[in-house]
């Protein structure tokens, strides 16, 4: 199963709200995961379950979607936020994920 | 606290092999599932394997089908990656993780061992 993420990188004010998309080349229900990556840091995980946020996430971060279309929401941009953002499905092996999109100022 | 500290990365040849580690700590090991994920220099995340926690099903990238091998050792509270005919295309920083259920996320991370493949 292919992800397709969108936009590949954006640019960004602190304080804006970003939307990130994930499209995956065919129905995988609710089985999506989204992961915050720093650089020369390890992923983190921030969204289960396409919208199940992880505990200690900050409630600015929000996942929907189910089927083929799902998207991450950061509602106000903070200066911690800057990274690389990762989609990932969960519905069939081999696991996969999207290309990434990073978040810069 | 959970805890992953991976190893065995180094410089390796075309063709040859290694075997990465994974020492997980805070938790209990036989419980969970757990994946391989890579990030070749300047890329983005690729899902190398992944096992069960009973160590019986074990699932591969198409990539690395028939040459990676992944194991567990619940003894030792240690994960593996036995990789072999190795080939430029693996250079990457492998990290280990500790997954929510068996095909599930990946909740916790180690810090990742650097494979380079060259001559």
């Known amino acids: 199963i292919q992800l397709t993420q969108s936009p590949s990188s954006l640019s960004a004010s602190v304080g804006d709200r970003v939307t990130i998309t994930c499209r995956a080349s065919?129905?995988?229900?609710?089985?999506l995961a989204w992961y915050q990556q720093k650089p020369g840091k390890a992923p983190k995980l921030l969204i289960s379950g396409a919208s199940t946020l992880q505990s200690g996430v900050p409630s600015r971060f929000s996942g929907s979607g189910s089927g083929t279309d799902f998207t991450l929401t950061i509602s106000s941009l903070q200066p911690d936020d800057f990274a690389a953002y990762y989609c990932?499905?969960?519905?069939?092996?081999?696991?996969?994920f999207g290309g990434g999109t990073k978040v810069e100022i | 606290e959970v805890h992953l500290l991976e190893s065995g990365g180094g410089l390796v040849q075309p063709g040859g092999s290694l075997r990465l580690s994974c020492a997980a700590s805070?938790?209990?090991?036989?419980?969970?599932?757990m994946t391989w994920v890579r990030q070749a220099p300047g890329k983005g995340l690729e899902w190398v394997s992944g096992v069960s926690g009973d160590g019986r099903s074990t699932w591969y990238a198409d990539s690395v089908k028939g040459r990676f091998t992944i194991s567990r050792d619940s003894f030792r509270n240690t994960l593996y990656l036995q990789m072999n005919t190795l080939r430029a295309d693996d250079t990457a920083v492998y990290y280990c993780?500790?997954?929510?259920?068996?095909?599930?996320?990946?909740?916790?991370w180690g810090q990742g061992t650097l494979v380079t493949v060259s001559s």
């Open positions: 990932q499905q969960l519905d069939t092996f081999p696991l996969t």
């Open positions: 065919q129905g995988i229900t609710y089985f």
């Open positions: 993780a500790k997954d929510l259920s068996a095909g599930g996320a990946s909740q916790n």
């Open positions: 805070g938790f209990t090991f036989n419980r969970y599932a």
